[in-house]
């Protein structure tokens, strides 16, 4: 029983952390960059290609001297696995938009 509350807890807190490729597809690039200058992230540039995948490693490569920093490791990484299935989805327009647009600058 306590596998049970522990997994709708993990479950729950990956649905709240939103998807990184839902995030980089939805937001503007300066949301992008304000979100992950909050966070005093070290990336200076992210591809648009699998641009989830790569949200999720600048977050990781951030401060991380947050409290709420240790515990989201793993659901940033679970959520990786997911970014990737959606991100392959997503190749047409985001390679697309790699090619018009480059680079998001941070």
Avoid at 28 to 39: G, H, P, R, S, V
Avoid at 40 to 60: D, H, Q, T
């Amino acid at each position: 029983m306590k596998y049970a509350s522990f997994l709708s807890c993990a479950l729950g807190s990956l649905l709240l952390s939103g998807c990184g490729t839902v995030t980089t597809l939805t937001s503007t690039d300066q949301e992008i960059a304000t979100n992950l200058n909050k966070q005093k992230s070290s990336c200076i540039s992210m591809p648009r290609v699998y641009s989830g995948v790569a949200y999720n490693m600048c977050k990781l490569n951030s401060n991380g001297s947050s409290i709420y920093f240790t515990p989201l490791v793993g659901v940033y990484l679970i959520d990786s696995v997911f970014s990737a299935a959606t991100d392959t989805v997503a190749l047409p327009y985001t390679i697309y938009t790699q090619s018009q647009q480059g680079n998001l600058d941070i």
